[in-house]
């Protein structure tokens, strides 16, 4: 069976995961406004981003995608402007590996089980369903027989095949990825981007920053592209340009520090 979901991963209602209680609506970005250490970080952006997108975020270095990232998934909260359309607890959010404490010691299948913790809490342990969740889970990534490893002995992309498994038993229908493909093997990244299809295709919301710019023209139908302020949003061969992308290196080259808070850049 290919890599994706297991003959008994199955969705009780409409989507790819356990449970998928979905209910989610087009998210809105009015004029949002954020700000990274008292400097701006994302200036004036609006868009409105349909149920069941696939976008990709991109962005030179420093062009805000991650706060922006975290603004939406309600883990920055020092913004102007206005986030609608979701709720922190209808989001799965799929971190950098960098921000990961791998020395931490747990097992990989004691961390696809936090995936659970909105079901679990302080006070719930695992019951026989919900370890049948989990190793179906695990299968779903392709980490069978890895179960009992320590998370700091994976390899990178074994570890972000567990974190895959991890979101989904979030089973929620936004889904937010930072960077998820850095320093992984081809055979994972192809792995995990049928994984994404399949969220796709059940009309989850799939939000993603990356840098890997010839990944995005490939897989992803839309894109955003940013240097602190938006671009370009759109369809993805509409927005990466030459001209585009030329102008969002100027505007980032040309970021003044000392700028006012609500000031754009100008190309």
């Not at 889970?137 to 994976?154: D, P, S, Y």
Request: proline share 4%; aromatic share 8%; with cysteine.
């Amino acid at each position: 069976m290919p890599l994706g979901l297991s003959a008994g991963f199955k969705c009780h209602h409409v989507g790819t995961g356990v449970g998928c209680n979905l209910f989610v609506m087009s998210i809105r970005l009015t004029n949002l406004t954020l700000a990274y250490e008292r400097h701006p970080a994302v200036h004036h952006v609006t868009a409105n981003i349909a149920e069941g997108a696939w976008l990709a975020i991109v962005g030179p270095n420093g062009a805000g995608k991650t706060s922006l990232l975290n603004a939406i998934a309600g883990l920055a909260t020092n913004y102007e402007g206005s986030i609608e359309g979701l709720h922190p607890s209808t989001v799965a959010y799929l971190p950098q590996q960098t921000q990961l404490d791998k020395s931490f010691p747990i097992t990989v299948f004691e961390m696809v089980a936090t995936g659970l913790w909105a079901t679990l809490g302080f006070s719930k342990s695992l019951n026989a369903g919900h370890y049948q969740q989990c190793s179906e889970a695990i299968a779903a990534v392709g980490l069978q027989g890895f179960e009992g490893r320590m998370i700091n002995t994976l390899s990178g992309g074994q570890l972000q095949r567990s974190l895959f498994a991890r979101v989904l038993l979030q089973d929620q229908p936004v889904i937010l990825l930072d960077e998820p493909f850095n320093a992984i093997d081809a055979k994972t990244l192809a792995d995990l981007t049928g994984v994404i299809k399949q969220w796709h295709q059940s009309r989850r919301t799939v939000l993603m920053v990356t840098h890997d710019l010839d990944y995005v023209k490939r897989h992803c139908p839309q894109t955003m592209l940013l240097a602190r302020e938006c671009i370009g949003y759109g369809p993805t061969n509409d927005v990466l340009t030459r001209e585009n992308l030329k102008r969002a290196r100027r505007l980032s080259e040309a970021f003044d520090e000392d700028a006012a808070y609500c000031a754009q850049g100008a190309a």
